[in-house]
């Protein structure tokens, strides 16, 4: 925790310390209302990604627009969100371990708790706990649709995982999770779609093994901000959770959009600001590492094309510039993350702007969960 604020509310936007997180409300807001209008009328409701932002301001913002409720990566970030009222929580994730799984059904009794399981071990410890702690918990089977992370095989092998969900009350089989995580960022309309038919085939053969064992599939649970629509449109996905789309970052600039794709807008970025400024065609901010995740690679410099952000040492940011450049000591510049939320993680709190003034401090109050 920072011992003061980069800004407070009323500020000009000029005056936020720098490095600072900042959300362009008017495009964040845009965001979220192109997105209930993309859902509006298909028989496919949002779940919004929460680990995208950690913010539960911005989870309430998004179930007030129609969102059934929330998905998170980890139990504790879960609780976070649950602490802040949200009740239908998602962790599409595999838990291990029993002090997580107690955790989880200390959650199950105040919100509708759900959880992911690759493996038959995973289902018997969850039936155990739960049965313990006196809870039900909603469990999906993840089935491997191409990402190559997790997830049981497509066909026989979720059903039979299925088939043990459903005879282990209190958990109750809830549907798969087909999330294709790698298809979000495959550059091409076309490289994206067969990826989701790829997808939609392991879901509909894994839901037609599973029904014909007399369970029913209530949910196919996936997608995200790259391939929604391709989803939306499926005929086997019925909800989605995607979590960028409200930001959006540098990386998602290298998709190339379809004539259908919604186009979203950037939203958050790093304020920085020139400490350094000693070669006719290099400067460095005071963002680096520490500032901005470069996992998918470098931030971009917002509205400024003849800036190149070149690389990050831990708290600087170098800048190559053109030679007649009269960028000087102390000026700020936005920079467009390259990737949205891991850069989010690094800060405590949200600057949120409208216009030319903060109108509001968003604590990241998942920030730092990771149990």
């Known amino acids: 925790m920072a011992p003061w604020q980069a800004a407070q509310v009323g500020d000009p936007v000029s005056a936020i310390d720098t490095p600072a997180l900042v959300l362009d409300l008017d495009a964040f807001e845009r965001n979220l209302q192109r997105m209930a209008d993309a859902l509006r009328g298909h028989p496919v409701r949002l779940r919004a990604h929460a680990k995208s932002h950690k913010c539960p301001e911005i989870a309430r913002r998004q179930i ?18 649950v602490d802040a009222g949200i009740d239908d929580v998602l962790l599409t994730n595999q838990l291990v371990g029993t002090t997580k799984l ?26 155990e ?27 026989t092998a979720a059903a039979r995982l299925a088939r043990l969900i459903a005879d ?8 798969l999770q087909c999330y294709h995580g790698a298809a979000q960022h495959q550059r091409t309309p076309l490289e994206r779609a067969q990826a989701i038919a790829q997808a939609c085939d392991a879901a509909t053969l894994s839901r037609a093994l599973i029904e014909a064992d007399g369970l029913q599939v209530e949910r ?31 990386d998602y600039d290298d998709n190339q959009l379809g004539p259908q794709d919604v186009r979203f807008e950037h939203a958050l970025f790093v304020r920085s600001a020139v400490l350094s400024r000693t070669q006719p065609t ?23 094309p003849e800036l190149k952000y070149l690389k990050a040492a831990d708290e600087h940011g170098v800048l190559e510039l053109p030679a007649n450049s009269p960028l000087a000591l102390g000026d700020a510049l936005m920079l467009v993350p390259g990737h949205c939320d891991p850069t989010v993680n690094l800060y405590d709190e949200l600057v949120c702007i409208r216009g030319d003034r903060v109108e509001a401090i968003w604590p990241i109050a998942a920030r730092g969960a990771l149990l």
């Not at 995200?224 to 995607?242: K, P």
């Not at 005071?286 to 470098?298: Q, R, T």
């Open 102 to 127: 107690l955790h989880l059904a200390e959650l199950a009794r105040r919100a509708r708790m759900g959880v992911l399981v690759d493996d038959p071990l995973q289902v018997l410890a969850l039936a």
């Open 282 to 304: 290099r400067a460095v901010l005071d963002a680096g590492l520490k500032a901005s995740s470069v996992d998918s690679g470098m931030p971009a410099v917002w509205q400024r």
């Open 168 to 175: 282990h009350p209190p958990l109750r089989f809830a549907g």
């Open 64 to 81: 007030a627009l129609g969102a059934i409720g929330i998905c998170c990566q980890k139990v504790s970030e879960a609780a976070v969100f």
């Open 220 to 250: 196919i649970t996936g997608a995200g901000t790259g391939t929604f629509l391709l989803e939306r449109d499926s005929g086997v996905f019925n909800e989605i959770q995607a979590g960028s789309y409200i930001f959006m970052d540098r």
């Open 129 to 155: 706990v739960a049965r313990s702690q006196g809870v039900a918990i909603d469990v999906y089977v993840e089935v491997e649709v191409g990402g190559r992370r997790c997830g049981v095989a497509p066909g």
